[in-house]
């Protein structure tokens, strides 16, 4: 495991490192061969698909994909519907098809619930990245986990919205409520850019919480995760036992739930660890 207490420099990734690949492989930079295999080919870089979670939308992703994009990797930042973890992750699923080539599937908080269950028998996805998220095993929901240990101050955040659906009955999607969004959400990150964030924020069905898990991708897949040890949605103690049990390659953060925003240079530098672990797998 790996403790970060603050920023952290981005690794050079340019043309020492695309030089230096090439030469281990008996290649050029200028698109040799190896074993009849084109060196781009041999180093495509997989796709990477971003799950933002709930109180979010995918802009949360924007310092991740400013990175990840400069580096050389295709993204997408998936729109997560939140109304409960099988249907939103059939949704990503579509995404995921339309996808050519390896991917490695990143969530935030209630998104970890979604890449859980989407890239299970998937053999394109590669590897799983869980940003202050949920790891469910089967049988288990988000607020169960939340509710695992003390520590989460949500319950006095959430601004609820009762609604009559189509066919009579009535549902209730969960908002945080604005004044408080900053301080529970997101405190590292800038008010002004908070209030931005508790303005555009979307809504999690209330059912949503409650759904159980039916399957874990993360018990079959090379797994990351980045603990946020100041997070007041999911208790830093909540997310170090679903890593240890998932045996994932931790790192911890002393950073808020929205981590991926306050500190995306650090997530974006995950989430390529990840993809070049994967890929040096592919290639033997």
Known sequence: MVSINGGRKRLATGVVSTLTACLALGGSALGGTA???????????????????????????????????????????AANPLRGPASDAAALRTVLDHVKGPEILVGHSYGGNVISEAATDDPQVKALVYVAAFLPAPGESALELTDKYPGSTLPDALDPVTYQQSDGTTATDLYIQQDKFHHQFAADVPAGQATLMAAEQRPIAQSALTEKATTAAWKTKPTWDIVTTRDLN?????????????????????????????????VADIIEQAADASTRVDMH
Not at 41 to 68: C, Q, Y
Not at 255 to 262: E, F, K, T
Request: glycine content about 6%.
């Open 35 to 77: 074993n009849g295999v084109s060196d781009a080919s041999r180093h495509a870089k997989p796709t990477i698909v971003l799950e933002h979670g709930a109180f979010a939308d995918g802009s949360s992703w924007n310092g991740v994909v400013a990175d990840l994009r400069a580096d050389g990797y295709p993204v997408v930042a």
């Open 234 to 266: 999911i208790p830093a103690a909540v997310q170090r036992y679903m890593a240890k049990r998932a045996h994932a390659h931790t790192t911890e953060v002393a950073a808020s739930h929205s981590v991926a925003v306050s500190h995306p240079h650090l």
